[in-house]
């Protein structure tokens, strides 16, 4: 087993234990685990639960929502900052075409 597979599978089972103690179906936690992906995403999920202590399933879903928009806004901006780079690099060395003189 990689590391990598090794953390997403320990902080998949966190996350299990942590619904579990707040008396969610394992179910839930296992479908939470998959739509997050990331072992980043999955430990801010364990911290949500255990500073809220949220009561109801809307409340635990509503919060894996807010974290894959903030992924997703994350990766947005992160492919808008390399095409602006690309593009200035353009503008400041042209496209490497060489022009008669």
Do not use: H
């Not at 936690?29 to 364990?46: H, N, V």
């Amino acid at each position: 087993m990689t590391d990598q597979r090794r953390e997403w599978t320990y902080q998949r089972d966190r996350l299990l234990r942590a619904m579990e103690a707040l008396g969610f179906p394992e179910t839930l936690g296992a479908a939470i685990a998959k739509q997050l992906g990331s072992p980043r995403a999955m430990e801010r999920m364990c911290s949500y639960l255990y500073n809220v202590r949220p009561t109801s399933e809307e409340l635990v879903v509503d919060e894996m929502l807010a974290i894959c928009s903030d992924i997703d806004a994350w990766r947005e901006k992160k492919a808008t900052e390399e095409a602006n780079a690309k593009y200035n690099e353009m503008r400041f060395f042209g496209l490497g075409v060489e022009e008669d003189a």
